[in-house]
T-cell receptor, first 116, second 114 residues
């Protein structure tokens, strides 16, 4: 069965610090990978996604993620965080290719707190 | 950008009561989903719906749950007889024909069962 693991549950950073949030998944076939963000009081928003091709994907608001197939990882990065990045971040996966059903499997989420 | 809207944002109910959570997906989307997040836990898939029928459901989605698209715009989740453990944030999502894997989520309904 598919599963997603986010190792950092709560991260506290100062503004301008660099961010890396870990995400590992378990699935034997082709996968689509996602990072979603949930700002306080708001809905889940897609930050970025990987389907195929260049394993380094860039998303909105300066975020990027790198797919490392050999490590089953899809870590999220941002070189310099801002106070407005304070939110909960979710890594998610679904089956790719013809197996895709749209169903997402989520990690448990990482709460990022950025201190001004 | 188009949005998925959910109402109400917060619902409180007594154990054993029926609740209906409402969602208006993005108008040209064809795939619809319900997810839930119990406080402190992962966001969990409940059910997906396409062409007026359930296409996939999780083990959580037992006989107490049902979904419906009654009028071509709303997408509802009904819990027939709520239990304390049904307390959670319920998210509706939708996706389009050619971008099935790109889900747009609503802001959620916080269900509190007392």
């Amino acid at each position: 069965a598919q599963s997603v693991s986010q190792h950092n549950h709560h991260v506290i950073l100062s503004e301008a610090a660099s961010l890396e949030l870990g995400c590992n998944y378990s699935y034997g076939g082709t996968v689509n990978l996602f990072w979603y963000v949930q700002y306080p009081g708001q809905h889940l928003q897609l930050l970025l996604k990987y389907f195929s091709g260049d394993p380094l994907v860039k998303g909105i608001k300066g975020f990027e993620a790198e797919f490392i197939k050999s490590k089953f990882s899809f870590n999220l990065r941002k070189p310099s965080v801002q106070w407005s990045d304070t939110a909960e971040y979710f890594c998610a996966v679904n089956a790719g290719g013809s197996s895709n059903t749209g169903k997402l499997i989520f990690g448990q989420g990482t709460t990022l707190q950025v201190k001004p | 950008e188009p949005e998925v809207t959910q109402t109400p944002s917060h619902q409180v109910t007594q154990m054993g009561q029926e609740v209906i959570l409402r969602c208006v997906p993005i108008s040209n989307h064809l795939y619809f989903y319900w997810y839930r997040q119990i406080l402190g836990q992962k966001v969990e898939f409940l059910v997906s719906f396409y062409n007026n029928e359930i296409s996939e459901k999780s083990e959580i989605f037992d006989d107490q749950f049902s979904v419906e698209r009654p009028d071509g715009s709303n997408f509802t989740l009904k819990i027939r007889s709520t239990k304390l453990e049904d307390s959670a944030m319920y998210f509706c999502a939708s996706s389009g024909r050619t971008t099935r894997e790109k889900l747009f989520f609503g802001s959620g309904t916080q269900l509190s069962v007392l």
